[in-house]
């Protein structure tokens, strides 16, 4: 139905604008009471960072209440006083004008597309309805809602005390599609995942950690902002990334060799008695069971499997070993292949022979400032089950869950139904591979609630979306940095929040009073004080901590780090036996292998390809694609090919290829030919083709990793296997 | 005596610890107002590069940051009928936008080709070295933001600036020295 | 057009309360269905396929400056006039710009340093026409269109009247830059 607009304007459009204006007819604008200013006004307020998870702190520039610029604050140790072509980008996010600006309904077919606006009232009613009803169905059993998240924001913590008050145990959190294995495996030999003193070694092995592009500060820039010559860097990658362009030595390895890499790193090193004996026998356990089992592991061995010249494996080990500072770095993102927590042992081992932990330039137990927890009543369940993939993975961290055994048990309803999903800020849908699966997920719930800033690919499928004010709008709670110069850091709001949008604590603890816990308590009985007075509890032990906070953004004590002292026995390695740990009788008491084993990958088949995945320095994940300020350096993304593959298949550059993974997942993308890639692999960045059509700088436009990533784990940590995924391309 | 020394703005570049992230195109954007709207022409700064050079896996990827080169001996000032190109008091080469007939000829007279037409302001515009920031004592948004800081930036008259020791102690080339331009601009070999 | 400053101001209050999420009273009003109006209401201004159709915030349309220094140089006049635009939106805020018109035309009467030609220059001239072709192509009730072209042609007839005598070349839109 359309009225013609000479008809409209004739008739009723006078009185319309009128209905529901106050009396001085002003609804958006109002006079001032306090003198007027003459100037331009600018202030400076320092916060964090929210583009990824590294939380930067800069100085926000705001003039006449508009944020100008993002400026990175100079005495901030961690970023070494820098900001990122994101961080800087930032600035914009709160002006987007596609941001969610109200709660919305949604009132057509999921995904479909069509909303209404709702008042936060009616949008919690909604939620509150559906989910007891499908809990009554359920028996009562609240395991049946899932709750997903993600780090970054400080007030994760709020999403999942709402769950736990709400009684689910269904967590699922980014790490198993992150850095779960990295993690299990350091930590399984040195207690921790340490961090690692980048600033001061002179010989540093990356096995695939793009610090270039994967920007992790103080890493990347300690690694890259030293003088030229300062350093040597080993670097393992199939893909001649930007960090290949900066190092000494790039070696494109086979994908899933790392371990071989590393076993016959210790081959050499022991072999050949470089080890630091010293370091063994006072720090170590299991060094002759690990010398003994790396002796099958010869660089010639290994040259047939990491396509890395035995002579280049012998030369790297030695000068690792005889080079005093240095270390292979343990990486981050490690959702890669085979016994990936294995493969992470074997490289935390590598560093243990040298003794490169806890002396400068090698890896080193961060620190972290002490903050006085964060305290709330639990709630006491009768009815309650295990989480849904609890029997699946052997160090199963509760609180994170793992996603991929997790979706697929969701799918079978194994043991039991999932109904609804309350998503905080997490694109599952893009982040999780084989999004097919995920839709499916999807389309099996009864409700899904996404609270996202943005309508993400994950929000437009949802069936209610909570706006959370952006990063630069909120105050968040003061967080702890575990690093070597430990920090404390908080947010605080630049501006005040745009459109009706809140911050998550006021969202979960707002819907808390929609819903009753066993004894018909409301759970908003669970949620006291404000993000202020969280904080000020935070801070207690830390008299004028606050005060140095709003003013520089973040603060220090006298908490600083000192090599040795683990070395002198002032502080005991945190594992089982308090020592480094070459041999896992951890491991082998739950039937693990104890030493890292080399098992081949399975040979990917003629004419068919491996695809991995990687980060690039202007975006992260899948958030940051549509900024206008940084889509226009790669408006579609494209699939890297070796020309050696791309002539045998008659593909040129520009060409739109068809690539199908074996479990039905394709996609339809261009191709670009590249000498920067191994002739068995394939690689195209995350973040485009979003589902969402709300972003309309990358709906459409190339293809979604998630869409051609397979679905498979490793069980020891639960992380995902993205580079299991095997590929054939043709043109299209 | 010192304040009222002649300054002499210059920048150091060390490319071999630039990596491409792009932090000092989207700060000089975010600073100086600059809405590309994805017009790939319009930008102050740039970082070239020849891609991937060489044959799996012999292979090598230079990158190197540049922008208005500030040449003491400016054929963009030469050139300019209005005077709109100017050197300022600081010797940096200035646009003056109400002057500026866009006729075009300091874009083609530029050999580092840091010039364009500007989709706002409709005139001529390209890198002023930040001079509104270093009149309040900071650096250029480049300079500033750069993870690495490939770009140092301070005073060559100043024989005690990191720029001069870095020059005292280091070989360095300028782009296009033929065409006798006498950048301000210098990179470390 | 009629130039009488009271009825100008009552129909740029007018205007700007069209920009209310949709009420049953005004959709009864209008003699259109509710929800045709609540889904126009969400696809042109709030969330849609394909990026919002139409946002409501005048910054997006400019060819000619950065959002940024628009809406940093709009509210800073404001200040300077003693009218606080409200925080919920940001300051380029279609129908909040509106509404400030009204305050600051009231101002620049007894005002010599605010000229209501450059302000409507500057500030008023350079989004109407892309604003109103984008609700004009994208609105499927009638209603938003005809708004947006009221809200034009109110502007031009407005900057026509106030064109200072003798006046036919514009001054620059610059004239306000801080």
Redesign the interface.
Known sequence: ?????RK??AG??????????GSA????????MAQ???T??TRYVNSSCNICVSACVFRGQV??????????E?DFPKS?G????????G??T??D??R???P?IR?GKRGE?????ASWDEAYRYIAEKTNRVVAEEGGHRSCIAFASTKGTFQEHYFHQFREVFGSPNAVRHPTLCLSAVIRGFQSVFGTYPAVDVRNSHYLILAGANL??G?I?PA??DL??RP?GSRKLIYLDPR?T?????ADK???IKPGSDMAFALAMMNVIIGEGLHDQDFIDKHCVGFAELAEHVRQYTPEWAERETDISAGDIRQIAREFATTPSAVFYHGRRTTWQGDEVQTRRAIAMVNAIVGAFDRPGGLIPALEIPLAPYFYEPAWYTKFRPRLEQGDVTFMSPGDGAWIPWRDRALRSDPYAIRGLFIYKQNVLEMLPDRNKTLELFAKLDIIVCVDPF?SGTAWYSDVVLPESTYLERLDPAVALDEIEPVVIFRQPL??????TKPCFEIVSELAAYFKDEDGAPLSDYFEGSVESHTKAALADHPGSLDKLREKGFFSTDLKLKFGEYRSGKKTVRTKTGKVELYSEDFARRGLEPLPVYRRPADIGEGKFRFVVGRH??HTHSSTAAF??????M?ENAVWI?P?SARKLGIKTGDTVLMKNRTGGEVKIKALL??????DCLYYANGFDSLS????LV?GKGASQAAILESHFESISGSALLHETIVEIRRA | MTENRKKRWVMVIDSRKCFDCKACDVACKRENGIEAKGNRDVYRNWITSRGIEGTFPNLKQRFEPSQCQQCANPPCVRVCPTRASHLDRDGLVQIDGRRCIVCGVCILSCPYDARFKSPQTKVIDKCTFCNHRIAVGKQPACVDTCPTKVRVFGDLNDPESEVSRLLARHHYFVLKPKSGTQPSLFYLS | MNSNPVAIAGKLLNLAGCFVYPSAEMAEQLQLDLTDLENNHVRLFMSDRGGVKAPPYAGCYLDSEDRHRFMINFNGLCLRHGVVLGTSHPPDHIPAMLEALTLLSARADDSADLDIFILLDTYYHHWPTAFAAALDQHDRTGFYAALGAEIKETLVALRHDCLPQGHQSLQSPYALRA
């Open positions: 139905m359309t009225v013609t607009r409209f304007i009723s459009l006078a009185g319309v604008g009128a209905l529901g204006a007819g002003l609804r958006y604008v109002s006079q001032a007027p200013t003459r331009e006004q003039v006449n209440g508009v944020i100008k610029r993002l400026e990175p100079p070494r820098m900001m990122c072509a994101r961080g800087n980008a600035a914009a709160p002006y004008p596609n969610v600006k109200s919305m009132t597309g069509k909303w209404r606006k270039a592009e920007i500060p990347t820039i890259f902002k030229i001649f930007k960090t290949a362009a900066l790039w070696l494109p309508m501006i005040k929040p745009l459109y009706d320095a202007i206008p300020d940084l889509n226009w350096h408006k070796n050696v590249t000498e920067g890639i191994r002739p059509p709300d972003k309309p709906y």
